[in-house]
């Protein structure tokens, strides 16, 4: 079992950054696919980021290339989400999720997620 606890939303202002933080607990996340997912309201869920098993192994959706660079710290059995200038349209529910498989940015594929953490940007 995984057990996966995200942190680090709240509420910037646009232009600002935000870093979440996914914790683990359980297994040891280097040995699983991490991504961030993100739903907005009235919206479905989103792949955001992914971070494969393989050394330079990432997906980025087109929105946030540029800005957001998900990364690894296998000291603190954690994944993390940097984020940098934000815009209003980056406020949803963040996700974190745990994929035992091959490399994937389909929601069904993993198997852990984390409660979420709300980001909310204003202008």
């Known amino acids: 079992q995984v057990q996966l606890v995200e942190s680090g939303g709240g509420l910037v202002q646009a232009g600002g950054s935000l870093r979440l933080s996914c914790a683990a607990s359980g297994r040891t996340v280097s040995t699983y696919g991490m991504a961030w997912f993100r739903q907005a309201p009235g919206k479905e869920r989103e792949v955001v980021a992914v971070?494969?098993?393989?050394?330079?192994?990432?997906y980025y959706a087109n929105t946030v290339k540029g800005r957001f660079t998900i990364s690894r710290d296998n000291a603190k059995n954690a994944v993390t989400l940097q984020m940098n200038s934000l815009k209003v349209e980056d406020t949803a529910v963040y996700y974190c999720a745990a994929n035992a498989g091959s490399y994937s940015i389909r929601r069904y594929d993993y198997e852990y997620w984390g409660q979420g953490t709300q980001v909310t940007v204003s202008s």
């Open positions: 971070t494969g098993l393989s050394s330079g192994s990432t």
